[in-house]
């Protein structure tokens, strides 16, 4: 045999009975969203390279270091999204869908793309439930999509979670931070590490997000950007924490959480669930108020968030895992007319909506009675040689055992009276 070929690292199959699972949730999300008067849009994985420098920021880890980027046979930088905000905005401003409402809502559901390190709950493909409110900068806003998003978690059985808020400011008051950090850290620029160094005057606020440990035990003295930020951001956050009270969510101020991609701008936030190990963020999110604009667009404000599917799939009680649907029926056809009966039937009964299954390869009567137990298809219909030429078939009901002789011509009618 020849040597097979695996998948790529950091990349996973999902397999049917994971996906059964992936199905629910994701019609779950759906009709939440849906309550939350979101639309789904569906976009391409692949984009010109510049929407995520521009978007993203080109001194993030995700642009410098994890993108997945090539030319194409023409010469056009292309890259694989790494997240799913940009493209959303690039077609909101492609399709002039400002023009439409002055509140777009959108939603997405798809495979993101970043050359990180894999380990547990973290891969090169991994897929986010992606929401983006467009044209509002309404603090009710900012509370209304965390609302909807505790309560899509907390509707898949995750009771059990953080909310850390934070606000990042506006480009005015995030300006004089950025010098105060710029400031605090000169002391200590010689132990950051080569990254941190490296980006530490185009983009200080990186280091906050870091992963490296020094980098980590500097950063807690770091000045407090809520000390910083301008009476209107101050407000705005004000308002988003009394519309979360209003509604009863805990949340936790986390005045460090600055996020890893640029764009952000006043509220953001994180979920993260208790005891989950390292990679125990299941959502981020937040305002990008400038983004739209830097994209080409009208100056449009907007807010979203990204669920990572993996990560809330991992963390969802066991028992979620359902079969999958059983066939009705389980034909058991001994013969070449007989087979050629089953054959028809079969399909017959699925165009009409009635799962239906047969063996195709030629087993003894037993072996095949052996499959539809094993199926656990409430009923086994029998014909051999006998039941073609006397015109009745034998259906088997296999709960009760018991069995009945059925005309071959009102079979089908029959069968699918059982199917509902
Ligand atoms: P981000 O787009 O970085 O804000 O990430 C949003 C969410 O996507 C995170 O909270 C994770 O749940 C998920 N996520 C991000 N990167 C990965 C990855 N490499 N593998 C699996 N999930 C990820």
Redesign the pocket.
Known sequence: MMEPITVVKGFKDILPEESRNWQKIEQFARKIFGDFGFLEIRLPILEKTELFTRGIGDTTD?VEKEMYTFSDRGGERLTLR??ATASVLRAYIEHNLYNRNAVTRLFTIGP?F?R?RPQK????Q???INVEVLGADDPRIDAEVILMLVHFLRGVGLGNLNLDINSLGCSECRAIFRERVIAFLRDTEGDLCADCRRRLHANPLRVFDCKNETCARIIEDAPNILDFICNDCRNHFERVQSSLELFGLPYRINHRMV???DYYTRTTF??TIPDMGA?N?????GRYDGLVRDLGGPDIPGIG????????MALLPEEQNEPPAEPLLFVAALGDKAQEYAFSLCNRLRLRGVQAEMDYTGKSLKSQMKKANKLSSPYTLILGEREMESGQGELRDMRSSSQRSIPLDRLEDTLMELGK
């Open positions: 995700i790494p997240e993101m970043r990180e709950g973290r891969y090169r991994f897929h986010q996020r890893g991609l994180e979920v990679q963020a299941v959502v981020g999110g968030f990204a669920v990572g599917f993996e990560r809330l």
